[in-house]
């Protein structure tokens, strides 16, 4: 079955950087597209990026744009987030989701980001 | 501020029918699929529906979706305690180039 499992979050200074990682299986990893979906506490879902199946095309939320970075590893069936210059505001549970034809038709069970001095 | 409009909550007793609107505009919905997205309590989202009106294998056909123009709509037909939760509308946003979430509605069952 599809399986998606994030990690790498974490407390971290505002300006620190963190690196988030979502390993998957059960699927054709390199056939997917994958998203990066996250949730500020009590408040509702925030779409951040998208990278294609191959990592050709990659789209950000103006929010995130110019900090974050999406990429992924085909080899190794991960996807990554690289998240510089952290805000306040960037405090929230960070959800991978996969994408073949369906978008985010698999979520993983997220992983929390907390941005705090 | 989102870029789909929810309503905020919606409540209904069980076996009654209730539906979820969700408001968008010419970039987004009028153009693009909507998707709708289950958040139960403490757990990751789920996809409910997709392409407008389909549902994935395992979702109830209690749950029915439509869209029309800028707008869309979720229904459930015979509300079950079961179903209470965050309910999500989504789609991609041409002028934005990117994906976009309704603010979430929050269904209570009484």
């Known amino acids: 079955q599809v399986q998606l499992v994030e990690s790498g979050g974490g407390v971290v200074q505002p300006g620190r950087s963190l690196r988030l990682s979502c390993a998957a299986s059960?699927?054709?990893?390199?056939?997917?597209?994958m998203h990066w979906v996250r949730q500020a506490p009590g408040k509702g879902l925030e779409w951040v990026t998208l990278?294609?199946?191959?990592?050709?095309?990659?789209y950000y939320a103006d929010s995130v744009k110019g900090r974050f970075t999406i990429s992924r590893d085909n080899s190794k069936n991960t996807l990554y987030l690289e998240m510089n210059n952290l805000r306040a505001e960037d405090t929230a549970v960070y959800y991978c989701?996969?994408?073949?034809?369906?978008?985010?038709?698999?979520w993983g069970q997220g992983t929390l980001v907390t941005v705090s001095s | 501020q989102s870029v789909l409009t929810q309503p905020p909550s919606a409540s209904g007793t069980p076996g009654q029918r209730v539906t979820i609107s969700c408001s968008g505009s010419?970039?987004?919905?009028?153009?693009?699929?909507v998707n709708w997205y289950q958040q139960l309590p403490g757990t990751a989202p789920k996809l409910l529906i997709y392409?407008?009106?389909q549902r994935p294998s395992g979702v109830p056909d209690r749950f029915s979706a439509s869209k029309s123009g800028t707008s869309a709509s979720l229904a459930f037909s015979g509300l079950q305690s079961e179903d209470e939760a965050d309910y999500y509308c989504?789609?991609?946003?041409?002028?934005?180039?990117?994906?976009?979430f309704g603010g979430g509605t929050k269904l209570t069952v009484l």
């Open positions: 392409s407008n009106s």
């Open positions: 059960g699927f054709t990893f390199s056939s997917s597209g």
């Open positions: 010419s970039a987004n919905i009028g153009g693009n699929s």
């Open positions: 990278i294609s199946y191959d990592g050709g095309k990659k």
């Open positions: 989504a789609t991609w946003d041409d002028s934005l180039s990117g994906w976009v």
């Open positions: 989701a996969k994408e073949i034809g369906t978008p985010f038709d698999s």
